[in-house]
C-alpha cells in the first residue's frame, strides 16, 4: 500500500533533516559519512529498492579518484551513498527537490547552475582540491537524466578536474531492472515527470532492482578531457548494454 510506505518515507525523510541539523554540526567526516552511507541504505529499502553490486577485475575502489556515473534517476545519489558516500557535483534544480534537495546539500553535495561558465570554474577549483586531499567526489556528465538503456552524451569540462589533480577516472554504470533483469521504467526521472510522481511510481512497484557496476579506472595521465569523458561513456555504455543517443 503506497500511503504506509509513503509516511515511512516522510517520517524517515525528517529523520534525516533532524540529523542534519543537529548531528552534523558536531560529527567529523568519518561519522557523517557513515550516517549518510546508512540513511541512504534505509532510503532504499523503505522505496522497495534492492541494490546489486558488481566489481569487475581491477575496479576495487580507490581514492583519490573522481567517480562518473550515468544518471536515470533521482535515486542514482542514494544508490552510490549506500555504498560509498561520496561529495556529489550535481545540477542546480536538484536543490528545489522538496526535502530531498535540502538534504543532499547538507551531505555535502555541491550544485552548479547550467550556463554559468563562473559556477563551473569555481566548482572545478573546488573538485581539483577535494580530490588531491583524498576526498570521493561523483558527478554526472550528462547533466540530466535518461531512461533506462540509453546514456546521453558526457559533458567534459569537469573531466579536466581528474586531469589537473592526476588522479583517474572510476566509471559507475547504473541500470535498473526488475526481478528477472528486465529494464524497469518506474526508476526513469524524465520528461515533465515531478518528484512527487516518481516518487508515488517507485512506491507503488517496489520490485526495483538497481545494479551497480564498477568499472575499472581510466588512466587521465596524458589525456584530453573530451578523450576521457568519451572513452568513460563508451565504458558505461558497454557494461549495461545501452544504446548511446
Not at 536543490?95 to 555541491?110: I, Q, Y
Not at 578523450?227 to 544504446?243: D, K, M, N
Amino acid at each position: 500500500m503506497p500511503a504506509w510506505h509513503l509516511l515511512r518515507l516522510l517520517l524517515h525523510l525528517v529523520a534525516g533533516l533532524l540529523t542534519c541539523a543537529l548531528v552534523f554540526p558536531l560529527a567529523g567526516p568519518l561519522r557523517r559519512e557513515t550516517l549518510v552511507q546508512r540513511w541512504s541504505a534505509r532510503l532504499l529499502r523503505i522505496c522497495g529498492v534492492q541494490v546489486r553490486m558488481r566489481v569487475l577485475a581491477g575496479a576495487q575502489d580507490q581514492a583519490p579518484a573522481l567517480i562518473v556515473a550515468n544518471h536515470v534517476s533521482w535515486l542514482d545519489i542514494f544508490v552510490i551513498n549506500a555504498h560509498q558516500p561520496c561529495r556529489f557535483v550535481a545540477k542546480s534544480d536538484i536543490r528545489d527537490w522538496p526535502l530531498v534537495g535540502w538534504l543532499c546539500e547538507k551531505a555535502g553535495t555541491v550544485f552548479i547552475a547550467r550556463g554559468r561558465q563562473r559556477d563551473v570554474r569555481r566548482i572545478f577549483q573546488g573538485l581539483v582540491n577535494s580530490v588531491r586531499v583524498g576526498e570521493r567526489v561523483a558527478f554526472f556528465p550528462e547533466g540530466t537524466t535518461a531512461a533506462c538503456g540509453t546514456v546521453l552524451p558526457f559533458h567534459a569540462n569537469l573531466f579536466e578536474a581528474a586531469i589537473d589533480a592526476g588522479v583517474p577516472v572510476h566509471p559507475y554504470a547504473l541500470r535498473y531492472v526488475d526481478g528477472e533483469g528486465r529494464l524497469h521504467p518506474a526508476a526513469e526521472f524524465i520528461g515533465d515527470m515531478s518528484f512527487a510522481q516518481s516518487v508515488m511510481a517507485i512506491l507503488r512497484r517496489r520490485d526495483l532492482v538497481a545494479e551497480v557496476s564498477l568499472l575499472p579506472p581510466i588512466s587521465s595521465s596524458g589525456a584530453h578531457r573530451r578523450e576521457l569523458a568519451s572513452a568513460t561513456r563508451l565504458a558505461i555504455a558497454e557494461a549495461i548494454g545501452a544504446r548511446l543517443a
